[in-house]
């Protein structure tokens, strides 16, 4: 009799599974999606209650066909893509490729890759949730109805190759409005006053002052700051009173996925789309010594922070014997979920707290140790007593006028953060020893210390802040936060600068065209609603052709509206309130093929044209052109002077000789592009390999002698030969399952090394 059949989505799972399960069921991989909307239309059919044409992906046939091939004869097909919504969309794609008469489907639910867990998932099988796979469907169908329709706007109005998506323009939007804060903000100027003082006995310590005449201390200037000090020089400072007491800290709960992004972002200093990765491959799978393939930790997409009873248990039973009783709680600690978690997965955490990190490094690259680290010891603290801290506010008072304040703390008992600090505890180094001196001590007074300030723009957003920020406002859900980050910087709207996300130009343009022509796209609310909406579908309170027939109304009217009324900047141009210096007429800012520049709104009777900068505050100002007759070398064609020049891809090399001869180089010596310091693996070629970018805007790596050497590649080289074929060179590749990797170019070749 033929066995079952186990359909994972990720090829690494079958390892792990067989290890197993591998005696009593045949175990094949989906890869991944199988069927997906058209690529070149929109695959959605509006009258007829936005019927999907689903198709098969076209370089999945051989994995189509392997799977038709060892579901031949099974009578039971067990479907175990991951226990999400996008799990759910191919577990029902995988149905409608492999339905037969008498065959029966199974979902399984597998949440963390061990023996338990595979086991309870075989145990407890499920029919396919199809109102699960409507909420996927319905999020597909809102993005490609978004994305395929304003993106020809954007090709019209503004650039080819531009797009817009439903949520990711939001993200761009709160990072745009913040930028426009910024650069509105005017520093206004304050002074705080402490005062370096000594007890009859050491410490000594400096105290802040807080009030003046019993109100709020707010010292505007400099001149308020000298009557102050003036004030203070013969002043007695005396305790006026002592506050003390015990504060008892809990833990944080284990990690959900934005919490996981944000603690990995600011400790590890690893991306959002990173952290993701790494954890993917704890989750499906590590071979530590035991036989084979181990999941490490539970599943990764979540918002819950719910966790079975036995891993709080095996936490407890960990804690009582490693650290001792006084750590350990007399009953496991569990936590209440927001009230948008949909519950459906336990939060991150190990499958078994006895893979202590230190036992498992020896089988885990450095970045898979690292992030097993903070979710261990997230978890384990998780369970752990609190910690106990001794807080004690010292009041001081100076002439009845002034009251200083200094505040210390003393940990009594550590509990939870012997393992696990917090970010609060991460700022208490800074916290001062204070003297034991009683109520009514006259102090000594060593140095008064005045200290101007000025006020502080919001700052602007990193990873970890815009995940935070995403989540606080119901903006995408835990699948989709790294990819909305790595979006935004792909289609060039935002940069990430020193970790910290700035608009581009063409970020603020296209977002204040889609803000005006679609305001509920881009609007906070509107869309957070809509993932309300989603939920509800999943949940079976909504219908997924109400949700669609409810959005599109709306949609349709701002489209018609935007195909006539959204400015085009390739025509007409954004206004700015800058003149032209060769008629004075204004000058507009436009979108060419090559980027954004100024041009003159006089034109044809006035063709000036110019590049332009945004200071700080965002004042747009003229890039002079740079006119240099000096001669830079001979022309290699007809041996006339060459001098430097501006054009439209910025400085170049041009033959004085022109219009005769238009020979051009780059300022480079022929080197448009950044050097990669790899060498032109092509015969006879003495070029080198530079990092370009291709008229739409793609990153590319081709031959500084082109067009002389056509080499190109969008992998980026290495300079290394393949140990296996000896290849000149190697290129690094990225992908979700297997994070960064160097691989041979050679076809015929497999060799690949993990980075």
């Avoid at 392997?66 to 097909?77: C, G, H, P, S, W």
Wanted: positive net charge; glycine residues 6%; proline residues 5%.
């Amino acid at each position: 009799m033929t066995k079952p059949l186990i359909i994972v989505e990720s090829p690494t799972k079958i390892k792990t599974l067989k290890k197993y399960i591998g005696k009593d069921f045949n175990i094949a991989a989906s890869a991944g999606h199988i069927r997906d909307l058209p690529i070149k239309t929109l695959g959605i059919d509006i009258e007829k209650n936005f019927k999907a044409n689903y198709v098969n992906i076209k370089d999945k046939s051989k994995i189509i066909a392997n799977l038709k091939k060892m579901a031949k004869d099974t009578k039971e097909v067990y479907l175990a893509p991951d226990p999400d919504r996008e799990g759910e969309a191919i577990a029902f794609h995988i149905m409608d490729i492999l339905k037969k008469k008498d065959r029966i489907f199974h979902r399984i639910l597998i949440h963390e890759l061990t023996k338990k867990g595979i086991q309870e998932a075989l145990q407890h099988p499920l029919k396919p949730d199809a109102d699960k796979y409507d909420a996927q469907q319905a999020r597909r169908k809102l993005d490609r109805l978004v994305g395929y329709q304003i993106s020809p706007l954007l090709w019209k109005k503004v650039q080819r190759g531009l797009s817009a998506g439903r949520v990711q323009s939001v993200a761009v939007r709160i990072i745009c409005d913040r930028e426009r804060h910024i650069r509105k903000f005017v520093p206004e100027e304050f002074w705080t006053i402490t005062a370096d003082l000594l007890a009859p006995f050491p410490p000594q310590f400096n105290a802040g002052l807080i009030k003046i005449d019993r109100k709020k201390a707010f010292i505007e200037n400099q001149h308020q700051a000298s009557i102050i000090l003036k004030d203070l020089e013969t002043a007695e400072f005396v305790i006026q009173d002592i506050k003390a007491k015990t504060i008892k800290r809990n833990p944080l709960p284990p990690f959900i996925t934005s919490k996981l992004q944000q603690d990995a972002i600011n400790r590890l200093r690893f991306s959002a789309r990173k952290t993701m990765i790494v954890a993917q491959q704890l989750y499906e799978g590590i071979e530590i010594g035991t036989g084979g393939p181990e999941g490490l930790i539970t599943y990764m997409r979540t918002d819950s922070t719910r966790i079975a009873q036995d891993a709080a248990s095996e936490a407890q039973n960990f804690i009582s014997k490693t650290m001792g009783n006084e750590f350990a709680l007399s009953k496991p600690r569990f936590f209440k979920n927001k009230n948008k978690a949909q519950d459906a997965h336990e939060a991150i955490r190990p499958t078994s707290v006895f893979h202590e990190p230190k036992l498992v490094k020896k089988f885990l690259n450095a970045d898979q140790f690292k992030l097993y680290d903070l979710i261990w010891k997230r978890f384990v603290a998780s369970q752990m007593a609190q910690a106990i801290i001794d807080q004690k506010t010292i009041l001081i008072e100076a002439t009845q006028k002034y009251l200083f304040s200094v505040s210390g703390s003393t940990v009594r008992f550590p509990g939870f953060m012997t393992l696990y600090s917090q970010d609060t505890e991460l700022k208490e180094k800074d916290i001062q020893a204070l003297p034991g001196a009683p109520k009514g001590t006259i102090l000594k007074q060593l140095k008064i210390i005045p200290k101007q300030h000025f006020t502080k723009p919001p700052p602007r957003f990193s990873e970890a802040s815009l995940v935070k920020e995403l989540e606080k406002n119901g903006i995408g859900r835990p699948s989709t936060y790294a990819s909305i980050l790595s979006v935004i910087r792909d289609k060039g709207y935002v940069d990430l600068i020193n970790r910290y996300f700035i608009p581009s130009e063409l970020g603020f343009i296209v977002n204040e065209l889609l803000a005006d022509s679609f305001p509920n796209i881009l609007n906070i609310s509107f869309t957070a609603q809509l993932e309300t909406n989603l939920d509800e579908v999943e949940t079976g309170n909504l219908q997924e052709t109400q949700l669609l027939t409810n959005f599109y109304a709306s949609f349709k009217k701002s489209l018609e509206a935007a195909g006539e009324d959204m400015i085009s900047v390739k025509g007409v141009g954004i206004k700015t309130d800058l003149s032209c210096p060769s008629c004075g007429k204004q000058l507009n800012i436009k979108i060419g093929k090559n980027g954004h520049f100024l041009a003159c709104t006089g034109y044809p009777d006035c063709s000036f044209t110019s590049n332009y900068l945004r200071d700080k505050k965002g004042s747009l100002s003229i890039v002079e052109k740079v006119i240099d007759n000096t001669k830079v070398k001979d022309c290699i064609k007809c041996g006339k002077p060459m001098v430097q020049k501006e054009g439209r891809f910025g400085m170049f090399l041009a033959c004085t000789g022109y219009p005769e001869c238009k020979h051009t180089e780059s300022v480079n010596g022929g080197q448009n592009g950044k050097d990669t310091g790899v060498k032109c693996p092509q015969p006879d070629c003495t070029g080198t390999i530079l990092e370009r970018k291709s008229k739409r805007g793609k990153i590319f790596f081709g031959c500084s002698n082109y067009p002389n050497c056509t080499f190109a590649s969008w992998d980026k080289p290495v300079a290394r030969s393949c140990p296996d074929c000896s290849s000149p060179y190697l290129v690094e590749k990225e992908t979700k399952r297997e994070g960064k990797f160097l691989k041979c170019p050679n076809k015929a070749c497999g060799f690949k090394e993990q980075l």
